[in-house]
């Protein structure tokens, strides 16, 4: 099993910029995949971005050129780099790891993070 503690989360104003970091409790190169997801009120919990252990990303339609996923390795964080932020954005970020151990597969959440994006 997994323990993420996401950070950096606020508010900020379209067009503006959050960086949110994810801390993982073990070294994430050994980890399958790494991933940011987010719940907007009313709407189901949806993929924003994710990169696994080759370093390969994936990012919803939705956030393609604004956001990066990036992983570091050194202090075993995964963070989510957002630019050019938009009301849409606005949401309860989590952050998720998958992780073979064995023949068990873990799928382990953060607690999650609030981003608003207001004027």
């Known amino acids: 099993q997994v323990q993420l503690v996401e950070s950096g989360g606020g508010l900020a104003q379209p067009g503006g910029s959050l960086r949110l970091s994810c801390a993982v409790s073990r070294s994430i190169s050994s980890i399958n995949a790494m991933g940011w997801y987010r719940q907007a009120p009313g709407k189901q919990r949806e993929l924003v971005a994710r990169i696994n252990s080759s370093g390969s990303t994936t990012y919803a339609d939705s956030v393609k050129g604004r956001f990066t996923i990036s992983g570091d390795n050194a202090n075993n964080t995964v963070c989510l780099q957002m630019n050019n932020l938009k009301p849409e954005d606005t949401a309860v970020y989590y952050c998720?790891?998958?992780?073979?151990?064995?023949?068990?597969?873990?799928?382990?959440w953060g607690q999650g993070t609030q981003v608003t994006v207001s004027s």
């Open positions: 998720n790891s998958v992780f073979r151990s064995g023949y068990k597969w873990y799928n382990d």
